[in-house]
Nanobody, 114 residues
Framework: QVQLVESGGGLVQPGGSLRLSCAVS???????MGWYRQAPGEQRELVAR???????TYDDSVKGRFAISRDNSRDMVFLEMNNLEPQDTGVYYC?????????WGQGTQVTVSA
């Protein structure tokens, strides 16, 4: 069973930055990987994804502020989040994209608040 371990979340003020990391327990070379966000009381949504050749797409809500990257040699995926807004608050998960096929990890909590 593939394990996904997310880390790097925390409490940050509006306008701040965070870098999330996701360690995957299998080779990710052939997978499009993404970051998903689940805001309180909302469904999980895909906010960024990167193909195996690093073609990246973003939800409009994060475009220009978030950057997804990956290190295929280490089976890791990253999300650089800048100019954070309160609406970015939620639990962030990584998984394959656009269809998540791996068992979800525990996620990492991001809270944007003054």
């Amino acid at each position: 069973q593939v394990q996904l371990v997310e880390s790097g979340g925390g409490l940050v003020q509006p306008g701040g930055s965070l870098r999330l990391s996701c360690a995957v327990s299998r080779n990710i070379n052939s997978y499009t990987m993404g970051w998903y966000r689940q805001a309180p009381g909302e469904q999980r949504e895909l906010v960024a994804r990167s193909t195996s050749s690093s073609i990246k797409t973003y939800d409009d809500s994060v475009k220009g502020r978030f950057a997804i990257s990956r290190d295929n040699s280490r089976d890791m995926v990253f999300l650089e989040m800048n100019n954070l807004e309160p609406q970015d608050t939620g639990v962030y998960y990584c998984n394959s994209a656009p269809t998540p096929i791996f068992t979800w990890g525990q996620g990492t909590q991001v809270t944007v608040s003054a």
